[in-house]
Nanobody, 122 residues
Framework: QVQLVESGGGLVQAGDSLRLSCAAS????????MGWFRQAPGKDREFVAAISRLGVTTAYADSVKGRFTISRDNAKNTLYLQMNDLKPEDTAVYYC???????????????WGRGTQVTVSS
């Protein structure tokens, strides 16, 4: 059974940084476009960032451009999200997503992680 396990969330203050990780098992990440989504309380899940299979192409939501960086290490079967200058509106559960051979940005995803909570206090 494929597993995507997120880690690295926590409670931080506005302006701080966090690095999320997503470790994949029973899945060869080099065959998947990978991405991050988030869901705040009372809101729909939204796209945050995506990266192509070999890491050549990235895409970001406007709300995080210039502050978040998505990366991957296919040798370690791991996806990352570096989040800088965090804002209270970034508070959400962050989910890792994988889509076979294409980008998961549309939300059409083959596999989801269970999420990690990020809370940013003002």
């Amino acid at each position: 059974q494929v597993q995507l396990v997120e880690s690295g969330g926590g409670l931080v203050q506005a302006g701080d940084s966090l690095r999320l990780s997503c470790a994949a098992s029973r899945l060869t990440v080099s065959q998947y476009g990978m991405g991050w989504f988030r869901q705040a309380p009372g809101k729909d899940r939204e796209f945050v960032a995506a990266i192509s299979r070999l890491g050549v192409t990235t895409a970001y939501a406007d709300s995080v451009k210039g502050r978040f960086t998505i990366s991957r290490d296919n040798a370690k079967n791991t996806l990352y999200l570096q989040m800088n200058d965090l804002k209270p509106e970034d508070t959400a559960v962050y989910y890792c997503a994988a889509k076979y051979y294409t980008s998961p940005a549309s939300g059409q995803v083959d596999h989801w992680g269970r999420g990690t909570q990020v809370t940013v206090s003002s």
